[in-house]
């Protein structure tokens, strides 16, 4: 049973464009939902993390929207440029401080 | 660099045959995490420790999965007798328990592929 669901899969963006990502989840004690980025060959790399508390972080370029009565959530880059060209994963995480990630989204912005 | 590192970064091996990873997380760092990434996949969680208690563990990890964590530093995830489908990007990552952010932060990974 896939705890985060995300979409879209892949992601094609003009340079410039706005990158959006979705994830819902089922599981209300989840109380932590970082964003990752993965570019290949590597390890994840926390980008922006928000609490349920607040319903919108904006960090630089990168902003997540957080739905709290619908259980969804999503990642927002603003102006993308080419070197944004990664694999996305949402997360969740509650008190157990296990950490159920997304199945990813490819993302490619081109020039 | 004072990142998380991982050795090896590539095993290839019989089906059978055990193997051993390695992780050191970064020093101050009191919580260690196991991941397995297969292609096209995220990330799913095996185990957790806080110091060199192992705290969590998934249903994933069958009994020929073990991980410790002596002393509370470097940590080894081992696979006795291998199959196919361990196949797969293992990750290690680690974090501080104080923290708005509870940031972990991920290794390189060790790819292992069963032949």
């Known amino acids: 049973q896939q705890q985060v669901k995300q979409s879209p899969q892949s992601l094609i963006v003009q340079k410039g464009g706005i990158s959006i990502i979705n994830c819902a989840y089922e599981n209300t004690a989840f109380d932590y939902f970082p964003w990752y980025q993965q570019f290949p060959g590597k390890g994840p790399a926390l980008l922006i993390a928000?609490?349920?508390?607040?319903s919108e972080k904006k960090e630089g370029r990168f902003t997540i929207s957080f739905n709290k009565s619908a259980k969804q959530f999503s990642l927002h880059i603003m102006d993308s440029q080419p070197g944004d060209s990664a694999t996305y994963f949402c997360a969740a995480n509650g008190r157990r401080n296990q950490f159920y990630f997304g199945t990813g989204t490819s993302l490619t912005v081109i020039p | 660099d004072t990142g998380v590192s991982q050795d090896p970064r590539h095993k290839i091996t019989k089906r059978g045959q055990n193997v051993t990873f390695r992780c050191d997380p970064i020093?101050?760092?009191?919580?260690l995490y196991w991941y397995r990434q297969t292609l096209g996949q995220g990330p799913e969680f095996l185990t957790y420790f806080q110091n060199e208690a192992q705290l969590e563990k998934s249903r994933l990890l069958s009994d020929r999965f073990s991980a410790e964590r002596p002393k509370g530093s470097f940590s080894t995830l081992e696979i006795q007798r291998t199959e196919q489908g361990d196949s797969a990007m293992y990750l290690c990552?680690?974090?501080?328990?104080?923290?708005?952010?509870?940031?972990?932060?991920f290794g390189p990974g060790t790819r292992l592929t069963v032949l």
């Open positions: 928000i609490r349920p508390d607040v």
């Open positions: 990552a680690s974090s501080l328990t104080q923290g708005f952010y509870n940031e972990q932060f």
């Open positions: 020093s101050e760092h009191n919580r």
